[in-house]
């Protein structure tokens, strides 16, 4: 079985213009999301499910929620924290108001497009704004936005604490948030949305709503010229975006933290989802989880590894390596790969696509 | 191709009256437009008028006012004075969307392509207008998000036939060589299947070679389909051979407006721009 680019020929638009135009790609991801949904929930331990997959597929959603915003359409922004929160809190509000009967997909639907709300108005000072003084507008939106669900005891129902835990939802009588849920359960959850928001992610670049940002990113003035409204396609993107930021947030608290709390949505987030879009890659889906699986097992990697070869390294200095790899790595991707770890797949691939002649 | 006499092109349209067949009523007209930079004046006080089928040539030297002029027909620029009247309607000023969505496309002096994106995407951005599928359609890729898509994609392919670039469909045009990129910028225009044609400078920076097939694309486009075409260039050879009439710019000012032959005579011209610029 060998990887082929070449000799792939489409006899038709239909089948160049697939989302997978190669078969062989087409059959990896089907694997891959075969796998993900029988084998891990089946054999996985509870901790890889738990700690790793599940974060790190949530995370996915929001780093394709940025690659939307800046890899495609490219607004750089600073707020994804803010966006999350806006959808951990509004979907908070919701499934604990909302009658029982209906299904828990709605409240995570529910934060999203209220993010996206949020991302539109906050989106609105793009038209005339670029680049460097967009991100401190954006910065701006995120310490506002936290400042204002910590401020509003009405999102988290009054509670005294302030820091509510995830309400149980089921489906089908199985718990998929909150504290009580079997960590399988909460994955294949998670899994659902990733799944279906990284087909859609898909689906938008190669259609006219993705070819409008990619315009808009590359030339502003031509795309004008040639009938793209500038500013309906800025909002366009930053409410999709905001709308994966929003479900993200709203899975992080329901699934993962298991609490709406305002610092799982600090300006620190922000900037770990914008590094996993610049490591992955701008303007790639694959991208986004290759970049969000690499932020977060990083550390864990460096925690971990040295150990099974008997070396003892301190804490700090883990903590230290982490920085500068860290470091490393966003200057390497910025300066010599923008588009990043999914760039340097691509690479691998052409370069198996000739193998074992490589000319 | 320099001076091979202008006679080619307009013998072969020509009726019995002397007017080329191929050329309709007048489409655009120019009126009394002023443009100023500051202190500058680009553009001052000109009105011209296109007929729709043929190809009409602006030319002046540097900083005449040309691409000023191309600015302004299709709403990049707003001039402080004058106004377009273009196909019945008076625009004072055109803005971008009324000349794209009205049949305006053009090409520019400094290759404006998407330069991240495919020449087929940068192609398919040309259909833009014409696409109209929901944002949920696209989403889901279903109902007009996939017929659109493959509809166009079968235009576009023609235009990439035509323009004979199939080998570098996906190729990202910020590595494509100049004269390429000049061509896929001409695809791009020409997919919007344009009424009026803006081509500013289609051919500067192109080695011979490069500049024959241009011509032959324009001529093509302007005869096969009937495009009307205005044309920026400073090759006079290619302006002779070309164009139906030409305007002279000089200093924001018109300086000259008749056939290729009254211009070549005109004395005006022949001081301030010929003489100079053609050996
Ligand atoms: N955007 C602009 N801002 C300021 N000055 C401009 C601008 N565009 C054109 N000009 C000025 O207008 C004059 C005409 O320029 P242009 O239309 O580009 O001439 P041409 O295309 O004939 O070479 C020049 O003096 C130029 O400097
Ligand atoms: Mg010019």
Redesign the pocket.
């Known amino acids: 079985m060998f990887y082929r680019e070449a000799g792939q020929f489409k006899t038709s638009y239909a089948a160049d213009q697939q989302m997978l135009p190669i078969p062989m790609d087409r059959y990896f991801v089907i694997g891959v999301v075969l796998v993900a949904a029988i084998l891990i929930p089946a054999f996985g331990s509870q901790y890889w499910i738990e700690s790793i997959m599940v974060p790190v597929l949530i995370l996915s959603i929001a780093a394709m929620g940025l690659n939307i915003l800046t890899g495609y359409a490219g607004q750089l922004s600073l707020g994804t924290g803010g966006f999350m929160a806006a959808g951990a809190y509004m979907s908070y509000k919701v499934a604990t108001n909302m009658p029982d009967f209906l299904p828990v997909w709605i409240p995570v639907l529910v934060g999203g497009l209220f993010a996206a709300a949020v991302g539109i108005a906050f989106g609105l000072p793009s038209l005339r704004i670029k680049g460097f003084y967009l991100a401190v507008a954006t910065l701006a939106a995120q310490f506002f936005l936290l400042w204002l669900f910590q401020s509003i005891p009405w999102f988290v129902n009054n509670s005294v604490s302030g820091v509510p835990s995830a309400p149980p939802t089921t489906i089908l009588g199985y718990h998929v948030t909150g504290a009580q849920a079997i960590p399988e359960a909460k994955y294949l959850f998670v899994l659902t949305f990733v799944v279906i928001l990284a087909i859609i992610a898909r689906n938008m670049a190669r259609s006219r709503v993705g070819r409008s940002w990619m315009a808009i990113r590359d030339m502003d003035i031509a795309a004008e010229l040639i009938g793209i409204r500038p500013l309906q396609t800025k909002l366009s993107a930053f409410a999709i975006s905001s709308f994966y930021c929003g479900v993200a947030g709203a899975l992080w608290s329901f699934c993962y933290i298991n609490t709406v709390e305002p610092t799982a949505f600090d300006i620190g987030r922000s900037f770990d989802v914008l590094f996993m879009v610049i490591i992955g890659g701008l303007g790639s889906v694959l991208g986004a989880f290759l970049g969000a699986a690499f932020i977060f097992l990083l550390p864990i990697f460096l925690n971990n590894v040295p150990g099974w070869f008997g070396l003892e390294i301190a804490t700090d200095i883990v903590a230290h390596l982490e920085f500068m790899i860290f470091g490393a790595a966003i200057i390497f991707f910025l300066i010599v790969e923008p588009h990043g770890l999914a760039r340097l797949w691509q690479i691998a691939k052409e370069k198996l696509r000739l193998w074992p002649f490589p000319h | 191709m320099n001076d091979t006499a202008s006679t080619a092109r307009d013998s072969a349209s020509t009726d019995p009256g002397g007017k080329p067949g191929r050329i309709g009523d007048v489409i655009l007209r120019v009126e009394n437009i002023t443009m100023r930079?500051?202190g500058?004046k680009?553009i001052s006080d000109v009105s011209f008028d296109i007929r729709k089928g043929e190809v009409r040539s602006i030319i002046?030297p540097?900083?005449?006012?040309?691409?000023?002029?191309l600015n302004v027909v299709n709403g990049f620029?707003q001039p402080q004075e004058g106004s377009i009247w273009y196909n019945g309607k008076t625009y004072s000023p055109m803005r971008p969307h009324d000349a794209a969505s009205n049949g305006i496309a053009r090409t520019f002096?400094n290759i404006a392509l998407f330069k991240g994106m495919t020449t087929l995407d940068n192609i398919m951005t040309g259909r833009i207008l014409k696409q109209k599928a929901s944002l949920l359609e696209q989403a889901f890729y279903i109902g007009r998000g996939r017929s659109e898509e493959l509809e166009h994609r079968e235009f576009v392919e023609e235009v990439i036939d035509f323009l004979e670039i199939q080998a570098i469909r996906k190729t990202p045009v910020g590595r494509l060589p100049y004269g390429l990129q000049k061509r896929v910028e001409l695809g791009r225009a020409l997919a919007a299947q344009p009424t009026l044609l803006l081509l500013d400078e289609p051919m500067a920076g192109m080695n011979l070679e490069e500049k024959e097939d241009m011509s032959r694309f324009i001529i093509d486009v302007n005869e096969h389909f009937g495009t009307t075409i205005a044309l920026?260039e400073h090759d006079m050879g290619v302006v002779m051979d070309l164009s139906d009439r030409v305007v002279v710019?000089d200093h924001?000012s018109l300086l000259a407006d008749g056939t290729p032959d009254e211009v070549r005579k005109n004395q005006a011209v022949i001081d301030a721009y010929l003489g100079v610029a053609h050996d």
């Open positions: 930079f500051g500058v680009a002046g540097n900083g005449a006012g040309k691409s000023s002029m620029y002096q920026i710019l924001g």
